[in-house]
Structure formats: structure tokens, C-alpha cells
């Protein structure tokens, strides 16, 4: 029996599929128990390591995480806030049919794509002699900007040729059909890795540790600093901290994808069903 996309699987394969599942996991649980063995053995639950979190001195420590976590986010905010725009010029340039525009700008992109971001925050930093905000925030503008234009490039590339073919026959310039229908949809397309990306901008906050940007990393440090017995439990909650952070922005941009096209099915109905309405409308010589 076979589907559209794949053969099913029969049942052996699902045999093996099974046993692979029980080994797996097998080997995963015994990977977590082995760690947390090895973590007790050097005293890791003690209480003693983890009272820095609740005793009369834990409203200081949580706030300077906190502001740990507005710095964090500060950065990444205005980050995206230009790398998002920067990225859709760089891919009308990018794909633009002028060939003198277009191969600059891919030299550009191919240069910021495979430059790591920390040289280019400490180039901002040492050379313009800015701020650490002005030089993390400057770094991570000028690397995800031109992901994203890759991204949104990627995303137009793969809309059928019809979709720019129709916006220019009913008289839209080339400018106008990108902006007006191929970036909308290549937007929706490729959301997924837009978020995956975000994602990754709001992490690399944290390389604003090497140029003493107060951003979680940081603060978690100095929390560290005051008892080298706190390592690992200040790190624990300050990963604890990342995680939740990037899952409430992916869960964000899912509820937004799920609106949008819900709205858009919304939208679609509507006009299926006005065409129907004005079909089925009997004409004066039918009456």
C-alpha cells in the first residue's frame, strides 16, 4: 500500500521502527540518570547551591537577573526591529535584474554572512569607539539582516513565476509586484525560519559579554563571581531563563502565523463566495 508522499511502512518496519524507539530512548534516559549521578556526586543539589535563589538575599539576585533579561531583550528588540527592513532592501537589491546592483550586493551578503558576528561587534566597538549596546546591537543588524535577505530570497525564488507574471499583467510595476504579492507570501513561506532566526539573534545577545554589555550572560557571571560554589546553579537558571524566553517568542510567532492565515482563509472564503452569489444571480433575461 503506498501514499502520495511515501510508501507506508509495513510490518517489519514498524518493528524496527519500534525497537529503534525503545533503544533510543533506553539510551537517553540512561544518558540523564548517569548525569545526574555524576552531578550529586559532586554535590550539585545541595541546598547550600541553590539558597542564593530564595534566602534574604534573593530579591537582589533576581533583580539584577532581571535586568539581565530587559538588557537582553533591549538588544534583541532593536536588533530585529532594523535587521528586518535591512534585510528586505539588501533582497530587492539582491534580486534585482540590474546586474551592477546585484553582484555588489552579493559580495556584501556573502562578506556578513561569513564574518562571525563577535568580530563585527568588536569592530564597531574598537573602531567607532561606541557604546557596548551601540557595538552588539550594530553587530547583530549587520549579520541577521543579511540572513534575512537570504531568507526572503529563498522565499520568492520559490513562488511559482505566475504569481510576478499576474502582478505585472495587470499593469503593477516590478517594485510593486514584489512589495505587493511575492513578499507578503514569501514572508508566510519562509516564517518558520524567520522565527528559527529571531531565535538565533536573541542568543547572540550574549556574545555582548566579551565587550561588558550587561545582558543575562553577564549578570549571570557576576552572580557567579561571588561564591565559585554557585558555577553551576547560576547557570542552570540563566539557561532556564533563554529557554523560556526564545519558547514564548516562538509560541508568539506561531499564534501570529495561525492567525494570519486564518484571516486569509477568512478572506478567501469571502470571495468564493461573493463570486458564487453574483454566478448564481438570475440576469433580466432569465426572469
Do not use: H
Request: charged share 15%; net charge positive.
Amino acid at each position: 500500500m503506498t501514499s502520495v508522499l511515501y510508501d507506508v511502512p509495513g510490518p517489519k518496519a514498524r518493528r524496527v521502527s519500534l525497537i529503534g524507539s525503545v533503544v533510543g530512548s533506553l539510551i537517553i534516559a540512561g544518558g540523564v540518570v548517569g548525569a545526574i549521578v555524576i552531578l550529586s556526586s559532586q554535590g550539585i543539589f545541595n541546598a547550600s547551591r541553590w539558597e542564593v535563589f530564595v534566602n534574604e538575599s534573593a530579591k537582589d539576585v533576581w533583580t539584577q537577573l532581571g535586568y539581565g533579561v530587559l538588557a537582553t531583550l533591549q538588544a534583541a528588540g532593536v536588533a530585529a526591529v532594523i535587521a528586518f527592513p535591512l534585510g528586505v532592501a539588501l533582497c530587492l537589491l539582491r534580486i534585482s535584474l540590474i546586474s551592477w546592483i546585484r553582484v555588489p550586493t552579493q559580495v556584501v551578503l556573502e562578506f556578513l554572512r561569513g564574518m562571525p558576528v563577535v568580530l563585527m561587534i568588536l569592530f564597531v566597538l574598537l573602531v567607532f569607539a561606541t557604546t557596548p549596546f551601540t557595538a552588539v546591537v550594530s553587530g547583530l543588524v549587520l549579520y541577521n539582516a543579511a540572513i534575512f535577505a537570504e531568507i526572503l530570497r529563498a522565499g520568492i525564488q520559490s513562488l511559482p513565476k505566475g504569481q510576478r507574471e499576474a502582478g505585472l499583467a495587470i499593469g503593477l510595476r516590478s517594485f510593486q509586484s514584489r512589495m505587493s504579492i511575492e513578499f507578503p507570501q514569501a514572508i508566510r513561506r519562509m516564517l518558520p525560519s524567520l522565527i528559527a532566526q529571531l531565535v538565533v539573534l536573541l542568543k547572540d545577545t550574549s556574545l555582548g559579554y566579551i565587550v561588558a554589555y550587561e545582558e543575562l550572560l553577564r549578570k549571570v557571571k557576576l552572580i557567579s563571581d561571588l561564591e565559585p560554589s554557585l558555577l553551576f546553579s547560576a547557570f542552570f537558571v540563566g539557561a532556564a531563563i533563554y529557554i523560556l524566553i526564545n519558547l514564548s517568542v516562538s509560541r508568539l510567532a506561531i499564534w501570529i502565523e495561525r492567525r494570519g492565515s486564518k484571516k486569509a482563509a477568512g478572506g478567501m472564503a469571502s470571495a468564493i463566495k461573493t463570486v458564487d452569489l453574483e454566478v448564481n444571480v438570475p440576469g433580466p433575461e432569465t426572469k
